[in-house]
T-cell receptor, first 111, second 114 residues
Framework: GQQVMQIPQYQHVQEGEDFTTYCNSS?????IQWYKQRPGGHPVFLIQ?????EVKKQKRLTFQFGEAKKNSSLHITATQTTDVGTYFC???????????FGGGTRVLVKP | NAGVTQTPKFQVLKTGQSMTLQCAQD?????MSWYRQDPGMGLRLIHY???????DQGEVPNGYNVSRSTTEDFPLRLLSAAPSQTSVYFC?????????????FGQGTRLTVV
């Protein structure tokens, strides 16, 4: 079945540095969503990408959808302690109304 | 707006006990779902519902039952709890049973089975 993989699983970042997390699907996706979960919290929707090659920005966060619509990335510039948490990508299963989540990238920020 | 409300927040069960995790949403969303979250495994879909009276299985349905008698409520029943069901459970709803709508999550239920 369709799988969504995220790398890296963990990311230790020095405050002020940039980093990127990647999401790869075994099948073409109609769209991809990104969520953020703060420690001890619940996932919160960040953004959705629909078009091939689409790039969207939210302040220091840049999201990109691959040309083949099988991968996506989240780039954070000038990381802050407020960026701590786990970032998930999620894509729909082709067969039905199921949203498949990647394993997440857990981000730890060193002040 | 309350959004998606889950109860209880924490629960400890003994092996073999049964219980129901409650989930309610006040956004008139068609679609509701249950996920479990385990370390390193992301969120795995247990069951989902595209509307009142309609439910279907997700990736890991064994040991769980659901029903959807109203639009607002989507309870998850553990029939006979096992230690492997120790996890954090999230209920989520979406406005429509379509992939281009965002999911709203409840606060989660942390379940421990001893």
């Amino acid at each position: 079945g369709q799988q969504v993989m995220q790398i890296p699983q963990y990311q230790h970042v020095q405050e002020g540095e940039d980093f990127t997390t990647y999401c790869n699907s075994s099948t073409t996706l109609s769209n991809i969503q990104w969520y953020k979960q703060r420690p001890g919290g619940h996932p919160v929707f960040l953004i959705q990408l629909v078009k091939s090659g689409e790039v969207k920005k939210q302040k220091r966060l840049t999201f990109q959808f691959g040309e083949a619509k099988k991968n996506s990335s989240l780039h954070i510039t000038a990381t802050q302690t407020t960026d701590v948490g786990t970032y998930f990508c999620a894509g729909p299963r082709a067969a039905g109304n199921k949203l498949t989540f990647g394993g997440g990238t857990r981000v730890l920020v060193k002040p | 707006n309350a959004g998606v409300t889950q109860t209880p927040k924490f629960q400890v069960l003994k092996t073999g006990q049964s219980m129901t995790l409650q989930c309610a949403q006040d956004m008139n969303h068609e679609y509701m779902s249950w996920y479990r979250q385990d370390p390193g495994m992301g969120l795995r879909l247990i069951h989902y519902s595209v509307g009142a009276g309609i439910t279907d299985q997700g990736e890991v349905p064994n040991g769980y039952n659901v029903s959807r008698s109203t639009t607002e409520d989507f309870p998850l029943r553990l029939l006979s709890a096992a230690p492997s069901q120790t996890s954090v459970y999230f209920c989520a709803s979406r406005r429509q049973a379509q992939m281009n709508t965002e999911a709203f999550f409840g606060q989660g239920t942390r379940l421990t089975v001893v």
